[in-house]
T-cell receptor, first 113, second 110 residues
């Protein structure tokens, strides 16, 4: 199993540009999440999905969209990038209930200039 | 929503000594408390977890304790080694949504 994969690893955007961060998992996990990590702030939940076709907002959803058309994929879209979205983004997946442990991808480091 | 506070933010220990990281949470409905280790340039990795019906859990050199009445839980690392140097995050969850602490940077001095 590859686990949770994320692409790209690094990305630089100009303010106003849009892009999609890709996330895929091959563990047949129902739950998938996107987090952003900023210095001194831990990981903050952006959006999550409890299964294909179902998504919901987390703590910091503004400026981001998600969709979940398949169990495997959970892309995160930045609609109009802003410098405040400069961060490291992590995708995670887990079986039903977080109490079975979340698996994190390697992250995407995004810089918005 | 859940609020998780983690202390200290940085911790420097001599190799072989113990390290303790403490977290508090606010939502009494939280029932799952994992700890993650993050090495430089990598994603967080689950190292140990505890559920609300258990007071203590140990796995080799790491242990976690939970006090549900006081709403706090702690990570204990004994006999620290250089490879224990990393950022550690605590989290609290009710069902599937995790709320994370801000992290503790642990440095083990040789």
């Amino acid at each position: 199993n590859a686990g949770v994969t994320q692409t790209p690893k690094f990305q630089v955007l100009k303010t106003g540009q849009s892009m999609t961060l890709q996330c895929a998992q091959d563990m047949n996990h129902e739950y998938m999440s996107w987090y952003r990590q900023d210095p001194g702030m831990g990981l903050r939940l952006i959006h999550y999905s409890v299964g294909a076709g179902i998504t919901d907002q987390g703590e910091v959803p503004n400026g981001y969209n998600v969709s979940r058309s398949t169990t495997e994929d959970f892309p995160l879209r930045l609609l109009s990038a802003a410098p405040s979205q400069t961060s490291v983004y992590f995708c995670a997946s887990n079986p039903p209930r977080a109490s079975r442990g979340q698996y994190f991808g390697p992250g995407t480091r995004l810089t918005v200039t | 929503g859940e609020n998780v506070e983690q202390h200290p933010s940085t911790l420097s220990v001599q190799e072989g000594d113990s390290a303790v990281i403490k977290c508090t949470y606010s939502d009494s409905a939280s029932n799952y408390f994992p700890w993650y280790k993050q090495e430089l340039g990598k994603g967080p990795q689950l190292i140990i977890d505890i559920r609300s019906n258990v007071g203590e859990k140990k796995d080799q050199r790491i242990a976690v304790t939970l006090n549900k009445t006081a709403k706090h839980f702690s990570l204990h690392i004994t006999e620290t080694q250089p490879e224990d140097s990393a950022v550690y995050f605590c989290a609290a969850a009710n069902d599937y949504k995790l709320s994370f602490g801000a992290g503790t940077t642990v440095t083990v001095r040789a």
